[in-house]
């Protein structure tokens, strides 16, 4: 029987058997099986969501594991070793993740694996650790806001969600206009997504991942039954559709794209609605809205708006030397030049340097 687990560390003054770590192949068994038996594990926790990562910008993943003395898991969490514009590597838990805790055993002691987690970063090659979540307080971990984290507690009843009155009169108008939403799970349902999401992120102008990412997603993760795409349409015409991350409980909405010719129809806040309705209905208790940007005051709102708890969010750096505030970032490219580019090359940039702002 799997040993029990729980997120998050104690804190607590219970000594803690001597913490070894450990670097694990990324599809090991013996994470798997911790993944699948962690009541808190998420999709951001499986092999496969790393793998993805790691095969579309040629990253080497693996599983930073935690064993007390007799070899038995602790806790760990998947990570990807990324090169640095100016030599060296990195370690990230995990890049293109809003959230990724660390999961550990219930009998962990806080002191005992955040101590050894430090130790071990900062005694490597590396340059640093990046964590995508908060840390307990330590010499060398250095926290920092990272946005805001968007979570919708489900219930088995629909008739428990309580969007405000904008959402449900946008929801109700793309309903009278006879847009539909459907669900599905093939490669062409996602690349009908990726075809909105290239548009939109041109209209933002933000780089688009590879396509590859995408198809990555479709064949390791959405058809073995950890996601789906929902996808509004008028008729054969495709309006906005959203790409859903899913393992256990936790639903996490990943994407989100419309046709900027339809950005006023109501055909996005449709697919919200129904998707939360559904998630209802199968079984999930939790409605992961991601992160949002410390200055993405309309996006913050868009998710309260559904009745989304916001919670700051928090991030984390193991390092020698105190990082830097300031990354590189693909969003300090000028937009207007993206917005004025043709697709190919927004999916150009994509490819160019997403690898490199990971």
């Not at 911790?34 to 990562?53: I, Q």
């Not at 799970?185 to 396509?211: C, E, F, I, K, M």
Request: net charge positive.
């Amino acid at each position: 029987m799997p040993a029990r687990a729980c997120s998050g560390i104690r804190n607590d003054n219970t000594p803690g058997a001597l913490v070894k770590i450990a670097t694990l192949p990324i599809a090991d068994p013996q994470w798997r099986d911790f993944v699948f038996s962690h009541p808190d594990a998420g999709p951001f926790h499986l092999p496969e969501w790393a793998s993805v990562v790691a095969d579309t910008y040629r990253f080497d993943p693996f599983v930073l594991a935690l064993r007390d003395t007799d070899g038995e898991l602790l806790g760990g969490l998947p990570v990807v070793s990324v090169p640095t514009p100016r030599g060296g590597r990195r370690w990230v838990a995990l890049p293109f993740t809003d959230y990724c805790q660390m999961l550990v055993r219930c009998d962990a002691d806080a002191a005992t694996i955040a101590e050894a987690v430090c130790t071990h970063a900062l005694q490597g090659p590396i340059r640093e650790l990046e964590l995508r979540c908060g840390f307990p307080e330590l010499d060398r971990a250095y926290t920092f806001p990272a946005g805001y984290h968007s979570v919708i507690k489900l219930s088995e009843d629909p008739r428990d969600l309580h969007p405000n009155k904008v959402h449900r009169n946008l929801r109700n108008r793309a309903i009278r206009q006879g847009i539909r939403v459907s669900f599905g799970t093939s490669a062409s349902d996602v690349a009908s997504y990726y075809r909105l999401h290239t548009l939109t992120r041109r209209r933002l102008g933000v780089p688009v991942q590879p396509r590859r990412f995408f198809q990555l997603i479709a064949d390791r993760l959405i058809a073995h039954g950890n996601g789906f795409v929902a996808t509004a349409h008028l008729e054969d015409e495709v309006l906005a559709a959203g790409l859903y991350l899913s393992h256990g409980t936790t639903l996490v909405a990943k994407f989100a794209a419309s046709d900027p010719a339809h950005r006023n129809n109501g055909g996005g806040y449709l697919v919200d609605w129904e998707v939360m309705s559904r998630a209802c209905g199968e079984g999930y208790t939790v409605l992961d809205l991601g992160r949002s940007d410390l200055d993405a005051d309309g996006l913050r709102v868009y998710k309260k708006g559904w009745g989304a708890a916001e919670t700051p969010l928090t991030y984390t750096r193991i390092s020698q030397h105190a990082p830097s505030d300031k990354r590189p970032s693909v969003g300090d490219l000028p937009k207007r030049i993206i917005r004025n580019s043709p697709t190919w090359v927004c999916r150009l940039l994509g490819e160019t340097l997403y690898r490199w702002t990971a």
